[in-house]
Each structure stands twice: as C-alpha cells, then as structure tokens.
C-alpha cells in the first residue's frame, strides 16, 4: 500500500516538473511577453550588480556551488560507499544514475529552447553556454530529491518536516544565486528545479527505488 501510494505521488511530481518544464519553455520560443518581461524585471531587481566587490562575487560563487556536478559527486560518494558495505546494488544504482545524467539532459533541453543569457557585463555575457532551464538548479533539485527519497523510510515525522525545510531551503538559495549572479532568468530557475525534481523522481520510479520499492532503503528498526 505504501508503494502504490509513493509511485502515485511522484507520478504526479513527474508529470507536474515536466510541464512546467515544457510550459515555461514554450514561453521561451515564442517570446510570451508577460514571462519575457517578468524575467527581466526580476533579473533587474536581483543582479548583484557589475560593479560588485571581489568578496561578494567570491561568496555568491560558494554559494552557488551546491548546483554543480563535481559536488553532486563528493556529496554521494561516501553514500555509494555505505550503500555499498550494504550491497545495496540496486539503491546505488538510482543515486548514480538520477545524479549522473541530470547534467546531459539538462544540456540537450539549453540546446532544444536554445535561450540567451542575461545580457549583464559580468554575468550572463560572459559566459557562452545557453540559459534554459538552468544547469545549476536543475543539479541542486535532483540532489535534494535524491537524498529525501532516499532517506525517508529512515526519518521520523519530525525528521522529514526538518528535511523539507533544509532541502527546499538550499534549492531555493541556489537558485537565487545564478540571479543575484546575472547568469539566469527567473525562468530558467523555475525550470531547472521543475526537471531536476522530476527527473530524480522518474529514476526512483525506473529503479523501484520508492519508499516501500525494492530499491530503496528499509526502514529504521525501532527499539
């Protein structure tokens, strides 16, 4: 009962990522101008500014670097590795694949909506990579899918509730530095978290990895 209602629940997070993904990106090609003109003006109001101090250029790029690949990577490998003394073959398998392919699909959606950067001087024109959905965002959202699916046959009600909050707290401030950095549109952070969550959960589903599935973790005995 409690996998059929967990591949209920992420079959609609998938479904609801994915269309926001397309909705938001058929806005793109077309030039929808209520989104068009929303992005730039939140873009305005967020950019830390061209002329910002070394330090504050420094802390947003720490800030930033919960989206990228090589953390994705040093964050999961000591999981793989309890995994592993656990013989979880199957659980490690969906960890490394949902964190593992995020970035190649992320980069094939930049090259179907093909979006310019934001035009700053030292944000988005500096960079030669395309915006939509947005790399880092998409690679934060997989990330804390990833750790909440996998943790949660182990977390008390009170556990998951602080889980939450930490997991959409991070997202969230990841996402608002590629703004505060000038390098993304409010859109492509929208997008990016939308299809990053999906993805993970479409990989649980593919690995049976749900809470409940074979694929995920039993959870904690209780004394």
Do not use: C
């Not at 209920?8 to 926001?20: D, F, I, P």
């Not at 002329?51 to 800030?63: A, F, N, P, Q, Y």
């Amino acid at each position: 009962m409690l996998q059929r209602g967990s591949r209920r629940t992420a079959g609609a997070g998938v479904g609801a990522g994915l269309g926001v993904v397309l909705a938001l990106g058929a806005g793109v090609l077309v030039g929808w101008a209520p989104q068009v003109g929303l992005d730039e003006a939140v873009s305005r109001a967020l950019y830390a500014g061209d002329d910002r101090s070394t330090s504050t250029g420094v802390l947003l790029e720490v800030l930033t670097t919960p989206g990228t690949a090589w953390f994705r990577v040093v964050v999961s490998l000591p999981v793989l590795f309890w995994l592993g003394t656990r013989k979880a073959w199957r659980t490690a398998a969906w960890v490394v694949t949902a964190n593992v392919l995020v970035g190649p699909f992320t980069a094939l959606l930049k090259e179907a909506f093909g979006r310019v950067r934001p035009a700053f001087e030292n944000g988005g024109a500096t960079y030669d990579g395309l915006s939509f959905p947005s790399g880092h965002s998409s690679g934060i959202a997989t990330l804390v899918t990833i750790a909440l699916v996998l943790a949660w046959p182990r977390l008390t009600t009170r556990q998951r509730r602080a889980a939450l909050a930490t997991g959409a707290a991070l997202v969230v401030l990841v996402g608002l530095t590629r703004m505060w950095l000038g390098v993304h549109f409010l859109s492509d952070v929208l997008g990016g978290w939308a299809f990053g969550a999906a993805w993970a959960l479409l990989v649980a589903l593919a690995f049976d990895a749900l809470p409940g599935g074979r694929g995920a973790l039993p959870a904690r005995e209780t004394s």
